[in-house]
T-cell receptor, first 114, second 114 residues
Framework: DAGVIQSPRHEVTEMGQEVTLRCKPI?????LFWYRQTMMRGLELLIY????????DSGMPEDRFSAKMPNASFSTLKIQPSEPRDSAVYFC????????????FGPGTRLTVT | AQSVTQLDSQVPVFEEAPVELRCNYS??????LFWYVQYPNQGLQLLLK????STLVKGINGFEAEFNKSQTSFHLRKPSVHISDTAEYFC????????????WGAGTKLIIKP
């Protein structure tokens, strides 16, 4: 398997624009997680899905953020409108099950909002 | 509520010297424990995990960790570090309930001095 795939790897956009980050989890994994990493706040869980259903979105910072998982092999994280404080590295991770099973991380998308 | 504390934000150590990265957790129920490593500009990957059984767990790249239930600790050790171990190390906890989120520590940057 190719591992968790994220695109784009880098995104530079202007404040107010819509940004869409994409993730393809490892085939057969039931859980998908979206994280954000910044120097100030470290690693934060934004939302996670089980079998394509959002389970906990309490980490989503505000209504400008939304995430979808239309099928088992694809998820998106959308920011609309984007703001400079959204600049961060966004990671997608997947796991076979929860609990004892490890999470496999993608390489991340580095987002810069100017 | 569960929490994870990594006591050192940075640990400088000379090459070929031993190192210990400290992790303490707080939980009222049994836990699964993990150490992840993040090399520069990459996603996180699993180093090792404790689920049950022997309290000494061996992982990749010569790392090991010891689970101490009475002290609620899960410290990571390596007897001799190499320059390639330069990375950030994250401790994480998952409790044995229906919540499949990992609770993450803030990370410890391991700095190898030549």
């Amino acid at each position: 398997d190719a591992g968790v795939i994220q695109s784009p790897r880098h995104e530079v956009t202007e404040m107010g624009q819509e940004v869409t980050l994409r993730c393809k989890p490892i085939s057969g994994h039931d859980y998908l997680f979206w994280y954000r990493q910044t120097m100030m706040r470290g690693l934060e869980l934004l939302i996670y899905f089980n079998n394509n259903v959002p389970i906990d979105d309490s980490g989503m910072p505000e209504d400008r953020f939304s995430a979808k998982m239309p099928n088992a092999s694809f998820s998106t994280l959308k920011i609309q409108p984007s703001e400079p404080r959204d600049s961060a590295v966004y990671f997608c991770a997947s796991s076979y099950r929860g609990g004892a099973y490890e999470q496999y991380f993608g390489p991340g998308t580095r987002l810069t909002v100017t | 509520a569960q929490s994870v504390t990594q006591l050192d934000s940075q640990v400088p150590v000379f090459e070929e010297a031993p190192v210990e990265l400290r992790c303490n957790y707080s939980s009222s129920v049994s836990v699964y424990l993990f150490w992840y490593v993040q090399y520069p500009n990459q996603g996180l990957q699993l180093l090792l995990k404790y689920l049950s059984g022997s309290t000494l767990v061996k992982g990749i790249n010569g790392f090991e960790a010891e689970f101490n239930k009475s002290q609620t600790s899960f410290h990571l050790r390596k007897p001799s570090v190499h320059i390639s171990d330069t990375a950030e190390y994250f401790c994480a906890v998952n409790t044995m309930d229906s919540n499949y989120q990992l609770i993450w520590g803030a990370g410890t940057k391991l700095i190898i001095k030549p």
